[in-house]
Structures are given as C-alpha cells and as structure tokens.
C-alpha cells in the first residue's frame, strides 16, 4: 500500500511562488500533481514518469509550474511561481501503479492513490 503526504501549501500573494511535496511511502510510481475548488471537479495540473524523462504539464501552468522528484526521497515537488488568484485550490498529490505516463495521464481515475491535500491561496 502506498501512502502519500503532501506539503508546502499556504497563503501567497499573487506573483509569489510556492514549493509542494508529496512524500510517499512504499514502492515509488509514476506522478501527478491535480487541484480543486469547491463545487468542481479535480483538474489536472502535472505529471512526471517515475524516471523524471516525460512531463506533462496543464496550458494553464506551463512556463509558471516545475514538477520534479527526488527517488531517494521518495518525493514529488511542484515549484509554483508566477502565481495567480485562480491558482487558489486544494492540491492533491497522486501516484500511478506503473513507472511509465500513458495517454490518460491528465486523467484523474487513472491514479491509484491520492495523498489528502494542502491549500493554496493566492491573494490579489
């Protein structure tokens, strides 16, 4: 069973950066990073294969969001900068079964497991 912790979360004003962690437990896997707002669906935001090789980023974060991870750690980090009000959320740190991204990558049930999540808020 893998266990995911996310943190790094908090309250930014609009143009800061953030650094998020998602520390797992067990086998490492393939990575994802999605984000909530009340009332809608989680969205996709990053993903990183479990060599770092192939990284997929959402349009609305490329150029301002980094996602990389440490195997010796067993951790994925999303470097947020450049942030915007609508950045605010609840982002969750997610975990594949498989090392490798396939064409679902950006799809939310394609993830086994799912850490609990960390607030993000950008005041403007």
């Known amino acids: 069973q893998v266990q995911l912790v996310e943190s790094g979360g908090g309250l930014v004003q609009a143009g800061g950066s953030l650094r998020l962690s998602c520390a797992a437990s067990?086998?490492?896997?393939?990575g994802g990073w999605f984000r909530q707002t009340p009332g809608k669906e989680r969205t996709f935001v990053a993903a990183?294969?479990?060599?770092?090789?192939?990284?997929y980023y959402a349009d609305s974060v490329k150029g301002r969001f980094t996602i990389s991870r440490d195997n010796a750690k067993n951790t994925v980090y999303l470097q947020m900068s450049s942030l915007k009000p609508e950045d605010t959320a609840v982002y969750y740190c997610?975990?594949?079964?498989?090392?490798?991204?396939?064409?679902?990558?950006?799809?939310?049930?394609?993830?086994?497991?799912w850490g609990q999540g960390t607030q993000v808020t950008v005041s403007s």
């Open positions: 997610g975990a594949r079964e498989t090392a490798f991204l396939r064409a679902d990558y950006y799809q939310e049930d394609s993830y086994a497991y």
């Open positions: 067990g086998r490492t896997f393939a």
């Open positions: 990183i294969s479990w060599s770092g090789g192939v990284i």
